[in-house]
């Protein structure tokens, strides 16, 4: 088995580029092998056991799997974050997000004790990222899945930080009653895709990656962040500030949504492709 010959297997479902950086990613993170190393043929000269592990991971590949999945690991802002099925694969726009946090929240003059919250934090990517380059903040994160508090902690571990983690409904109307604590920061990337908009994606994500960090309903794509927009309007503190990635076919009804919920303040970002994907908020 060559390298040629494993990214042409990959083009049934991805472009050759990709394709290929997807065959060197593979043989770098787990066969240890640099790209002078597959130009000089040791991807043939692999031993026995080597291979039969190579081709598990090519047919799972070929089933569209991300390889992040079959990896067991997926990079964020210069960190290794563990990865599996019951989270989404961070994404590089959202690490666009942690700097935009850390940039704002380092211009701040903060009373008291600096507290910031992750809603829906997933493979906890956020949170960790948040937790290690702010080192005197006490870092929250919430999610309702188990298996995304699970794969988060490993990643606190994994990261060398602490952060504490929390099942939360964010839907409850108690939540303000049941977790009051006052927040410098609340950050949020939750689900913010339609269920109209799944003919637009690639078969990657939607056989794979999980619907409930993914999807809300199309007659209400709003229905996280006014969630979580209501709980920060209380317990945000004077100084404090929420930030979202948002849904860029929804920005207008956003500001319409924060400005109601009595931000304001609020400044769009976009992302490194141009989209406006990011909100700022002040009360």
Not at 55 to 76: D, H, K, N, S
Not at 174 to 194: D, E, G, K, M, R
Request: aromatic fraction near 8%.
């Amino acid at each position: 088995m060559s390298y040629e010959t494993l990214w042409h297997r990959l083009t049934t479902i991805y472009e050759a580029d990709e394709a290929k950086a997807i065959v060197r990613l593979v043989l770098d993170v787990h066969f240890g092998l640099s790209w002078t190393d597959i130009i000089c043929g040791k991807v043939e000269s692999l031993s026995d056991n080597e291979k039969q592990e190579l081709e598990v991971i090519a047919q799972r590949l070929e089933t569209g799997e991300p390889v992040q999945y079959v990896l067991g690991e997926a990079e964020f802002g210069g960190r290794t974050f563990h990865v599996e099925p019951g989270v989404l694969i961070p994404r590089p726009e959202t690490y666009e997000l942690c700097h935009w946090v850390l940039e704002e929240g380092g211009k701040r003059k903060v009373k008291g004790d600096y507290n910031i919250l992750d809603i829906g934090t997933g493979s906890g990517c956020i949170a960790c990222t948040l937790a290690a380059e702010i080192p005197n903040a006490k870092v929250t994160a919430w999610d309702i899945s188990d298996d995304a508090l699970r794969i988060a902690s490993k990643n606190a571990k994994r990261t060398n930080v602490h952060v504490s983690f929390e099942k939360v409904d964010v839907l409850s109307p108690s939540l303000f009653t049941l977790h009051p604590s006052p927040a410098t920061i609340i950050v949020s990337n939750p689900p913010y895709i339609c269920n109209k908009e799944r003919e637009t994606m690639e078969r990657n994500v939607l056989e794979h990656e999980p619907d409930l960090a993914l999807f809300v309903p199309d007659n209400n794509p709003l229905l996280f962040y006014r969630a979580i927009a209501r709980y920060a309007a209380k317990a945000l503190k004077p100084e404090g500030m929420l930030f979202f990635e948002i849904n860029p076919l929804y920005v207008n009804e956003m500001l319409q949504m924060l400005s109601e919920e009595g931000f304001s303040q609020t400044e769009v970002k976009q992302d490194q492709f141009g989209k406006q994907r990011f909100t700022k908020s002040c009360l």
